[in-house]
């Protein structure tokens, strides 16, 4: 049994709650945030509600979705958001706005886009933020329109190959574009630049087919996660199969490190205890803190049996993403709910497992090293590197539910969504040093 202390912390925190106000037309109505989006230089935060957009500045300053004119008009722009989470999104420069209509945060001039497609992922910027791919629907047909970001002009258009197009997604080179096809027929398809099909990868038939995709950040690789519960790599010379990664229910390999979650049980002091004890605070382990202790191989993980009469199983690669370096690649199975795969990309082999006690909401990657955050609806985040790992609580006043998170550029810090808050924390070195990120929003 032993335990993983990393060197870092979270430091100083600046909490802000969300507001919720009322869409002219739609009415008033206390609901959850289901996404955060932050533009690249962290000036400007969206968190998206299922009816409607809310802004917030890093100064504390917040405002509502624009506004229509007409309650009719504000049914039909709720209505868009509900249909893809999607549909809103920031340009690179973190100067637009995109959702059906780009909105200049600078100029607040407002350019329309036609035709978008209310697909899983419809809307992706090359890395450079030079162009915007789009997925559209016409005369029951699917379509990818290649719009130029400076002046908002069509450069390409060309019909996709798919019955139902499920998203899309750039190569962080600029250079193709990817295309997957609905979750019932297994397609993905590679298109250059000017529209040219590259290539069409299908790994088997009559069954469930893709769920995730996810590049590489060097564009060498394409990690397709799918329904079967395996991930399968293509590489860019051929675009044919390099290695296919599978997400059994017990680790066997002797050279794979499990990490397990475990409770961290309270000093106990004898000449303080209470009778009564004391009752245990309201919600899934608020305060209960954790720690990581490595499992013996081979190892059993917690599995969930998807219920096959309902729609949306809980089966297959629900997340993937690759680290900064192209070494890691990190994937969570939804009929594992609780466990992060770690795969080392050079040798192509499982490097790491994380077993958490709940759930595993998001993960991210740090923009400048390897080291992977993790949250679970509780009021921790995890934190991994080849180095070791670390369960860090969350500071801050009551329990703050982490349901999402995501990494400054530079590295040192997070901004964390809970269900009615975000939070805006920063990771200092053990000798106490660090930078912080803003300053405690004051608004009311």
Same mark, same amino acid.
């Given at each position: ?6 060197? !870092? ?24 945030? /289901? ?17 409607? &957009?809310?802004?917030? %500045? ?30 809103? #999104?920031?340009? +690179? ?10 909105w200049s945060l600078c100029t607040k001039s407002v =350019? ?13 910027f090359t890395r450079d933020g030079r162009y915007l791919?789009? @997925? ?39 250079? $193709? ?21 590259? !290539?069409?990868?299908?790994a088997y038939e009559w069954s469930l087919g893709i #769920?995730?995709?996810?590049? =590489?950040?060097? =564009? ?15 590489? &860019? $010379? ?11 229910? @017990?680790?066997?390999? +002797? ?8 409770? #961290?049980? +309270? ?32 190892? %059993? ?43 080392? $990309? ?5 490097? $790491? ?47 703050? *539910?982490?349901? %999402? ?7 040192? =810090? ?24 803003? *300053?405690?929003?004051?608004? /009311?």
């Open positions: 049994m032993l335990e993983h202390q990393r060197q !870092s912390r979270v430091g100083r925190t600046a909490t802000a709650p969300l507001k919720r106000g009322g869409v002219p037309g739609v009415g008033r109505r206390t609901t959850s945030p /289901t996404m955060l989006r932050v533009i690249p230089d962290f000036r400007l935060a969206a968190v998206r509600f299922p009816l409607f &957009h809310h802004f917030r %500045s890093r100064r504390g300053g917040c405002g509502g979705a624009p506004r229509a004119r007409d309650p009719a008009a504000a049914m039909n722009f709720s209505e868009v958001f509900k249909l893809s989470n999607l549909l809103c #999104k920031f340009s +690179p420069d973190g100067k637009y706005l995109l959702r059906i209509t780009v =350019s329309y886009i036609k035709y978008p497609k209310a697909c899983q992922q419809g809307i992706t791919a789009l @997925a559209e629907r016409r005369d029951c047909r699917d379509h990818v329109s290649i719009f130029v970001c400076s002046d908002w002009q069509l450069l390409r258009h060309f019909e996709t190959d798919t019955q139902d197009l499920a998203g899309i997604e750039w190569a962080p080179n600029g250079c $193709v574009l990817a295309a997957w096809d609905t979750c019932l027929e297994y397609k993905i398809l590679l298109y250059s630049l000017d529209g040219r099909l590259l !290539s069409t990868y299908c #769920k995730s995709v996810a590049w =590489s950040p060097s =564009s060498q690789f394409l990690a397709v996660g799918s329904y079967d519960g395996k991930v399968r790599v293509l590489n &860019h $010379v051929t675009w044919k199969l390099l290695a296919e990664l599978g997400h059994p229910a @017990a680790v066997s390999s +002797p050279s794979t490190v499990v990490y397990r979650e475990a409770e #961290k049980s +309270p000093p106990l002091a004898l000449g303080r205890l209470a009778f009564p004890p004391p009752r245990a605070p309201a919600g899934p382990r608020a305060t209960t803190e954790s720690k990581y202790e490595i499992a013996t191989v081979p190892a %059993s993980l917690r599995t969930l049996k998807p219920t096959a009469d309902r729609a949306n199983p809980r089966m297959g690669i629900g997340a993937l993403a690759f680290s900064l370096d192209n070494y890691f690649l990190a994937t969570r199975s939804d009929s594992i709910p609780s466990a992060v795969w770690i795969w080392d $990309v050079r040798k192509l082999r499982l490097f $790491v497992v994380l077993e958490q006690l709940s759930a595993v909401r998001s993960f991210r990657w740090d923009p400048r090293q390897p080291r992977l955050a993790i949250c679970t609806g509780g009021s921790q985040v995890y934190l991994w590197s080849p180095a070791g790992c670390v369960s860090v609580q969350v500071p801050g006043e009551g329990d703050f *539910q982490v349901l %999402s998170l995501c990494w400054h550029p530079s590295g040192d =810090s997070l901004a964390l969504l809970s269900k009615d808050h975000f939070c805006l924390c920063f990771l200092e070195a053990e000798e106490g040093v660090g930078t912080a990120l803003g *300053q405690q929003d004051d608004h /009311t």
